[in-house]
């Protein structure tokens, strides 16, 4: 097996378990390996530190699969890692009876560059680094056997993908998709899932918990929610009882699954929804001149920075939509708001909210800061750069 050595002073993080390993910590690479074959990692001292897949492409040259250089990295150490990861989420009273869970969160689970999402009787599965390319077998046997599913969907078709030097895959790995349209119930609304072309796996199952707090806040209140796409957070409004709900995004084909899954879940009331196709920034600024008010707002934007190199751009769009949203709110009202911006980090973001209330002029508190659901654990290093976050401030 060849081995990966490391510069000098470059063993430190991966001391402290941090499954990444960069190419400016790479000294060289002593013996033969291919794109996904794994390596033993040396320090310059020549002690053996772990196993890890090989990505001589990706400027991550290596993602540990054990901290255990002894260890066998074969088919048996993917089964036995998957129906590890399944079973963590067996254990959480919390996701009982929860038809959309992700079973697997690439390192938070140690599995760099996998994610399994399952939608019922259905997997999807994604692969975005070279090891996890180069296993695909063995961990969609793993997938299988831990959770008896009818088929595994696979949509490797991640931009990150082309980081690692690796094409979009996708197509059934493991039977075949349902007839008819796939849908999960998720504390108590019916959702569609598209598990071939909708975003991510097909469903953004991290905001779970978001949307139930949504419908817990939303009683009586008048509601809009921005980048609404598939109509998440605005169906658990209406099920929590707002007395309307308006939901703008700028893609025809989500509304129209919005408006499907509203009518999935015929005990709501549609005439409280309203669904507008429009660009966000210009909506919010329309929706002001208009002199329209809301006592609870949404904001859940795509990324807007995949690094930290476009946190200062990022920074701004957000200082847009959240100041937008604060002039928009009435007394009293509430402000949901989320980044999935890996280059922006929480206390960045915080202070982003805050800057964006006062030159609102308007004072806000905090109730709560939001983040993924608890089968998306966060650890040392998270999938694509990406993390969620996000707060729900009152104003006075």
Partial sequence: ??????????????????????????????????????????????????????????????????????????????????????????????????????????????????????????????????????????????????????????????????????????????????????????????????????????????????????????????????????????LQALSGGARSVLSIDSSAPALASAARNLALNPKLDAARAEWREDDVFKALRTLREEGRRFDMIILDPPKFAPSAAYAERAARAYKDINLSGFRLLSPGGILMTYSCSGGVGLELFQKIVAGAASDAGVEARILHRLGAAPDHPVGLAVPEGEYLKGLACQVA
């Avoid at 599995?111 to 019922?120: E, F, S």
């Avoid at 296993?135 to 997938?143: C, H, L, Q």
């Avoid at 469903?203 to 707090?213: A, E, G, M, P, V």
Wanted: charged share 25%; proline share 3%; net charge neutral.
């Fill in 1 to 234: 097996m060849a081995q990966l050595i490391l510069k000098p002073g470059k063993a430190r993080s991966l001391l402290r378990r941090h499954p990444w390993i960069f190419a400016g910590s790479v000294d060289r690479l002593d013996g033969r390996a291919r794109e996904g074959d794994t390596v033993t990692v040396v320090d310059a001292e020549g002690t053996e530190l772990a196993r890890a897949a090989w990505s001589p492409e990706s400027q991550i040259r290596a993602r540990v699969w054990s901290f255990d250089p002894q260890q066998a990295i074969d088919h048996a150490f993917f089964k036995r890692a998957v129906a590890a990861s399944v079973a963590r989420r067996q254990t959480h009273p919390w996701l009982a009876g929860q038809e959309g869970v992700r079973l697997i969160h690439g390192e938070s689970d140690g599995l760099p560059g996998v994610i399994a999402d399952r939608y019922g009787k259905v997997v999807t599965l994604q692969l975005t680094s070279a090891g996890a390319e180069k296993w695909r077998e063995a961990i969609v046997a793993g997938i299988v056997q831990a959770t008896g599913c009818e088929a595994v969907f696979e949509r490797s078709d991640s931009e990150v993908r082309g980081r690692e030097g690796l094409e979009a895959v996708t197509g059934c790995v493991h039977g075949a998709l349902p007839d008819g349209v796939l849908s999960i119930v998720e504390n108590g609304v019916r959702m569609e899932v598209d598990v071939v072309g909708g975003h991510k796996t097909g469903f953004y199952l991290d905001q779970r918990d978001n949307r139930l707090l949504t419908g817990q806040l939303a009683a009586g209140r008048d509601v809009l929610n921005c980048f609404c796409y598939t109509g998440g957070f605005s």
